[in-house]
């Protein structure tokens, strides 16, 4: 067989010639590197070495070409290696259909800029990749003013004004219940939502946006579990960004700025995708197996929220709520324009049994909250200003009585596609203006 083996030895040399002359700083720096360089002399070092060790072995391979022991032991090797690739490929393949399992670099953490009235805004015109804590992965696409949609028209039919449940930058544009209604009804919806927006944000957002265009509707979706914070602007969004708020009867404004390395980060990883092993479900997998859980310190916003007697700061916050809905309120009826509040409840609402099982884990009893007092004095308070809303607590949680377990991100805590679609099929039933 010595014309196999040469042939063999031929194949492998020049093999490893080609890699050799693959591994350099430039191409590995275009495949792998979010930098223009790498700046580290010992990784440097690395590369020079393992690029001659390939190039010299391949050379080797060369001069050793009518060897047929080398090429009985190459072969080997080259059978070793192939069946590893394929069964590391196909435990790829699988854990992406039984078990998905995404990963990378959080880049949902990098999608902000400062506004001088809004306090952040998302950075315009980018379209990148974003992971969600190896849950869940979407494509995002930002628009020229900043938000999840196309340009916005003159005329829509109605506007969504929300939080991160609108943005919803945990799934596919298409997956969103605006987008949803409008395949099922040919009715057009944009999407104003921002991640970390608050009620005194949604009012700011709605006087700004009226300049430009005008709905028949407005939807605007409180989510329980920290809008009434944000009125009170009692926590900060990410990065440090300050959010506006109103203090007594007036909007105190924010003065925002990113630090260096936010700025440096956003240049380097929006827009840009390069490999990493955290896009491998798989190596995902195994890392999660073996991350120590034991010091979970997770603690639900509904231990306050929800606690009995209500405290002095929630109390605030409810009412710095309701001033931010009044004025909502005033601008929709200055500007002729139909207004709905919905009412989107958290994950530990919908779920009640996992808000059990936490209050019993950490000794605590069910006497001393209330997981539903906010939203009873929130309808209350729309009913006293005759505004419409729309709660979905009961909607969502009879679904999930009856076994929807997949409505929210376990992690996330967001609607899942499912929730989504129940969310739409909700609010077509109940506005009588989508047809």
Not at 235 to 246: A, E, T, V, Y
Not at 348 to 362: F, G, I, R
Request: hydrophobic residues 45%; charged residues 20%.
């Amino acid at each position: 067989m010595p014309n196999s083996a040469k042939r063999i030895n031929w194949i492998s040399a020049i093999l490893f010639i080609i890699v050799g002359l693959l591994c350099n700083e430039a191409i590995l720096v275009s495949l792998f590197s979010y930098d223009d360089h790498i700046s580290r002399i010992d990784i440097l070092v690395f590369i020079r070495v393992l690029q001659a060790l390939f190039i010299l072995s391949g050379f080797v391979l060369l001069l050793l070409r009518n060897s047929a022991t080398l090429a009985k032991k190459l072969s080997a090797v080259w059978l070793i290696l192939i069946s590893i690739s394929i069964g590391l490929t196909l435990s790829e393949l699988a854990v992406r259909v039984i078990r998905p399992t995404p990963g990378g670099f959080p880049k949902g953490d990098l999608l902000f800029e400062p506004d001088s009235v809004l306090g952040w805004r998302f950075v315009h015109n980018i379209t990148t990749t974003v992971v969600w804590g190896n849950e869940t992965e979407a494509l995002i696409q930002i628009n020229q003013d900043g938000f999840r949609e196309k340009d916005l028209p003159q005329n829509t039919d109605i506007w969504v004004i929300g939080d991160s449940f609108v943005s919803a930058l945990e799934v596919e544009e298409a997956k969103r219940f605006t987008e949803q209604i409008e395949e099922a009804t040919n009715t057009r919806f944009y999407n104003f939502g921002v991640n970390g927006y608050g009620p005194v944000q949604y009012a700011l957002l709605l006087k700004q946006e009226l300049l430009k265009a005008h709905p028949k509707h407005l939807l605007v979706v409180l989510y329980i579990r920290n809008d009434l914070y944000d009125a009170s602007g009692i926590n900060d969004w990410s990065h440090g960004l300050k959010r506006p708020f109103i203090q007594n009867d007036s909007i105190v404004y924010p003065k925002n700025t990113l630090d260096e390395e936010t700025i440096l980060n956003q240049k380097r990883y929006l827009n840009r995708t390069k490999f990493r092993l955290e896009h491998l479900h798989l190596f995902n997998l195994i890392k999660l197996a073996f991350r120590d859980n034991a010091n979970n310190t997770y603690q639900p916003v509904e231990l306050d929220l929800a606690k009995i007697p209500q405290t002095e700061q929630i109390k605030r916050s409810l009412e710095a709520t309701k001033k931010a809905v009044s004025l909502i309120q005033e601008i929709a009826i200055n500007s002729s324009i139909d207004l709905t509040f919905v009412i989107a409840p958290s994950f530990l609402q919908v779920y009640p049994e996992k808000w059990s099982l936490y209050l019993k884990e950490n000794d605590l009893s069910e006497v001393d909250f209330d997981l539903y007092l906010v939203n009873q004095q929130l309808q209350e308070f729309f009913i006293s200003r005759n505004i419409r809303f729309i709660d979905l607590t009961e909607i969502l949680k009879t679904a999930a009585s009856k076994g929807s377990n997949s409505l929210y991100f376990e992690q996330n805590q967001h609607w899942t596609p499912e929730g989504h679609k129940r969310v739409a099929t909700e609010l077509v039933k109940q506005l009588g203006f989508i047809k």
